[in-house]
């Protein structure tokens, strides 16, 4: 995760389950700054799982991109986000986002349809932290399908979030709307 730690950023459903996340064979890595309650609890289980979790209190531009390059999966469970652009920046180096529904990231991250083969990530609808950890099993669950998850980090990568597919966008919106 790079990310403000914020309530807004659905911190509370990741505390909530996050032993249980680390029963799966994964590592995390949390990098960013923010409310006290979650900089203490996220280095409570670096401490607590000093193999498996990795904590880097405050923001480093070459570290985040590092850990984008580096990661598998994203995982982005805002209760709110207006946009975001952590999940553009993960698609942008093939790692798959897993989000939660709602503003942009319901715009930007397409679930993963396994009879059609189409999607670009992971989604869950509910702010519900077993909601959350169902779809981190289902995405664990297709990393471990090598041919799937090729398919699905191409997917990830094809997509075309610039600003230049965005004006064309609304350069046909307005003409339509013209005529």
């Given at each position: 995760m790079v990310t403000r730690l914020t309530k807004q950023k659905g911190l509370d459903l990741v505390r909530t389950v996050?032993?249980?996340?680390?029963?799966?064979?994964?590592?995390?890595?949390?990098?960013?700054?923010?409310d006290s309650e979650y900089e203490q609890f996220f280095e409570w289980?670096?401490?607590?799982?000093?193999?498996?979790?990795?904590?880097?209190?405050?923001?480093?531009?070459?570290?985040?991109?590092?850990?984008?390059?580096?990661?598998?999966?994203f995982l982005m469970p805002s209760l709110f986000e207006p946009c975001g652009l952590g999940q553009l920046i993960a698609l942008a180096y093939g790692t798959i986002p897993i989000v939660r529904e709602t503003g942009g990231l319901n715009d930007t991250v397409h679930s993963y349809d396994e009879e059609t083969g189409e999607g670009n990530g992971f989604s869950f609808t509910n702010f519900n932290a077993h909601d959350m950890l169902h779809t981190i099993h289902r995405a664990i669950e297709f990393y471990?399908?090598?041919?799937?998850?090729?398919?699905l980090v191409k997917q990830a990568m094809t997509e075309d979030y610039s600003w230049e597919q965005s004006a064309l966008a609304y350069k046909e919106l307005y003409k339509s709307l013209m005529e």
């Open positions: 996050f032993r249980e996340i680390m029963e799966e064979d994964v590592q995390c890595i949390i990098l960013g700054s923010g289980m670096a401490y607590e799982y000093p193999e498996k979790v990795k904590v880097y209190i405050g923001f480093n531009e070459e570290l985040a991109h590092q850990v984008y390059a580096g990661s598998d999966l471990h399908d090598k041919p799937v998850w090729e398919q």
